[in-house]
């Protein structure tokens, strides 16, 4: 049967709307077994036995994750002729002395690598990597079957504030050899203490286009330390509702990793999950595809249920990424699916970082927005479950993705604005409360909001604008709210430069938001007392 003669299998709208991804997860695996989709090349065999991808129906299950030899039944590819694409770097728990790198190639090789050395001429170390094969089925009669594998290594014992070169490969494809040169990255890890500038950048919802390209070369001039990426991040499924999202397609992962590869190989990618994010077919909490496909702290609650939930210092800051798919009130496919241990964890966290000496500053990123205007506007189930903790803990900076536009609040305390915070001030957390910032124009199509006078990168003067947020009966209500200060519909993404304090000046963030031209479209600093 060929993928033009597949039936469509995914789950109907009707259905979709109203199951949780467990459920869908659940549809799609019978359903496949069922009709007997998967024949050839021993796929029958691994839906029955849920050998080839997955446990059969265990809960959190992941890819296949095989040794250095990729799957020795298969015929011997010729290595030489296979070249390794879509690096991207993450730091690991402690980024002065991890980093984590992953890679992919488009076919099964053998005996894939890491090349390790202080110098370019000098990858002497060489280590093992770890393979993550994914398989997705043809969910719909106009997509092919994909078989993808993924490559990790793990790095751990690293010299803090050192630069390492590195180059991946397999037997082969040797990249520390003359003719391979060009293949090889860098990445510099962490500094030991906490005195001295540096940069980070941010955004959401990235996709494929030459608008996403554009911005991820705009963040290189950057040279940021790491970047945030808050979710819904290739759009290989393209509603991101539940109607349509077991039709997902797996190739756009590809093209994703291809296109970041400029950036990702150098700086580390730091992910967390929007409701794009969730695929059904590959685990019942739907992120069987990321754990495939990114190596990401684990010192969440749970890396297998919720592996986008994690936290890491770097320098004087702090940063927690959240899985807002587990609280939002909107898209409902994987609510409570963490059974409220992501937020129990979410209190120690910001307790614990709050105070750890050589913190000063809290970031927390994730996708739906606790305060926004855009088309999706403020989700309350993010304002009922987290916003109390950050103002528990002080946070300083929130940044979300989920409307694509950029967006900018005055500090909020208590659901209210405290004070105005117009371009180019600067707000003091412990007494006006927390920047809410949206940066989702990172290139997938940009939303407009829903006043119809948008305020194109100005300040807001006015008192109010009227928007909306989403409750837990699932329904949207009216909201006039007066915390909405900079508006921007274009392409852009967020630059924060923080700087240490050295008496007698406290410590800040310089938040600078870039259009794709180069433009800053908004800048304020977070200043908190020594």
């Not at 594998?149 to 082969?172: F, I, K, M, N, Q």
């Not at 500053?361 to 189930?381: E, N, R, W």
């Amino acid at each position: 049967m060929t993928p033009g003669d597949l039936p469509n299998v995914g789950i109907p709208a009707h259905l979709a709307e109203r199951m949780s991804m467990p459920e869908q997860h659940e549809y799609l695996r019978a359903r496949l077994s069922r009709r007997g989709v998967l024949r050839t090349g021993g796929a029958a065999g691994a839906l029955a036995t849920g050998g080839l991808l997955l446990g059969a129906g265990s809960a959190g299950a992941e890819p296949r994750r095989a040794g250095p030899e990729l799957v020795r039944t298969r015929p011997r590819v010729d290595g030489s002729l296979v070249a390794p694409f879509g690096r991207h770097l993450a730091l690991g728990a402690d980024p002065r002395t991890e980093m984590r790198v992953s890679w992919q190639v488009p076919l099964p090789v053998r005996g894939p690598y890491l090349r390790l050395g202080r110098a370019p001429w000098d990858l002497g170390e060489r280590i093992e990597a770890e393979v993550r094969e994914l398989r997705t089925p043809s969910l719909a009669k106009d997509l092919p079957e994909v078989e993808q594998y993924y490559l990790h290594v793990a790095l751990d014992g690293l010299r803090p504030d050192t630069t390492y070169y590195y180059g991946v490969g397999h037997e082969g494809f040797d990249p520390a050899t003359a003719e391979r040169v060009s293949t090889l990255g860098s990445f510099t890890t962490a500094p030991k203490g906490s005195g001295d500038p540096f940069v980070f950048t941010a955004f959401g919802d990235q996709g494929v286009s030459y608008d996403a390209l554009a911005n991820d070369q705009l963040i290189l001039g950057q040279n940021p330390a790491f970047h945030l990426h808050a979710g819904d991040i290739c759009y290989a499924d393209s509603t991101g509702k539940g109607n349509s999202s077991d039709t997902y397609d797996a190739r756009v992962w590809d093209q994703f990793l291809a296109q970041t590869e400029s950036v990702a190989a150098r700086v580390p990618w730091m992910v967390t999950t929007g409701n794009h994010d969730m695929e059904a077919w590959y685990s019942p909490n739907g992120y069987g595809g990321q754990s495939a496909r990114w190596s990401l702290p684990e010192n969440g609650p749970d890396s297998r249920k919720a592996p986008g939930v994690y936290s890491f210092v770097y320098g004087n800051v702090g940063v927690v990424a959240l899985d807002a798919n587990d609280v939002s009130y909107q898209i409902r496919a994987n609510k409570g699916h963490t059974d409220g241990a992501q937020t129990r964890w979410l209190d120690r966290t910001l307790r614990e970082l709050r105070a750890r000496d050589g913190v000063d500053f809290i970031v927390a990123f994730f996708h739906h927005c606790a305060y926004a205007t855009g088309l999706h506007a403020s989700d309350g189930g993010v304002r009922d479950e987290w916003v109390g903790l950050f103002e528990k803990h002080g946070v300083d900076l929130v940044v979300n993705g989920h409307n694509h536009v950029y967006e900018r609040t005055d500090p909020v305390k208590g659901g209210k604005g405290t004070r105005k915070l117009s371009f180019g001030e600067t707000t003091d957390p412990t007494r006006d409360g927390i920047v809410y910032v949206t940066a989702g124009g990172a290139g997938k199509d940009l939303y407009g909001f829903a006043v119809p006078d948008s305020y194109e990168g100005e300040v807001n003067e006015r008192d109010s604008v009227l928007s909306h947020y989403w409750t837990k009966s699932g329904l949207p209500v009216p909201d006039r709210v007066g915390w909405s200060r900079v508006r921007y519909t274009g392409f852009s993404f967020l630059a924060v430069r923080s700087v240490p304090g050295k008496r007698p000046e406290p410590p800040k963030l310089e938040v600078t938001a870039l259009a794709q031209t180069g433009r800053r479209v908004d800048h304020f600093t977070v200043r908190r007392p020594s």
